[in-house]
């Protein structure tokens, strides 16, 4: 059974940083890679990040040169740190690895940036 369980995330002033977490079981980062994605209110649910297997990353453009995807392959643990955190970043992020024919969620975790 595939679990990603998320931590990190919360309230943060614009201009900050905060670093998301997503741990996972049932399924190996190394080979499958994983995606961050975020839902906005309004909007359709947002690619933010993503990383492959082989540690190629890619990033949208609304947060290129601000956040970074990394994985620990040790601890089957991806990350995604942000910095200079701006008030359209508030939002619900959610992890993902994808499978054979479906995409793991995590559960979601809040992030809210005040001006």
């Known amino acids: 059974q595939v679990q990603l369980v998320q931590s990190g995330g919360g309230l943060v002033q614009a201009g900050g940083s905060l670093r998301l977490s997503c741990a996972a079981s049932?399924?190996?980062?190394?080979?499958?890679?994983m995606r961050w994605y975020r839902q906005t209110p309004g909007k359709q649910r947002e690619l933010v990040a993503s990383i492959t297997g082989g540690g190629s990353t890619n990033y949208g453009d609304s947060v290129k040169g601000r956040f970074t995807i990394s994985k620990d392959s040790a601890e089957n643990t991806a990350y995604l740190q942000m910095t200079s955190l701006k008030p359209e970043d508030t939002g619900v992020y959610y992890c993902?690895?994808?499978?054979?024919?479906?995409?793991?969620w995590g559960r979601g975790t809040q992030v809210t940036v005040s001006s």
């Open positions: 049932g399924i190996i980062f190394s080979h499958n890679g």
């Open positions: 993902a690895a994808p499978g054979i024919g479906v995409m793991y």
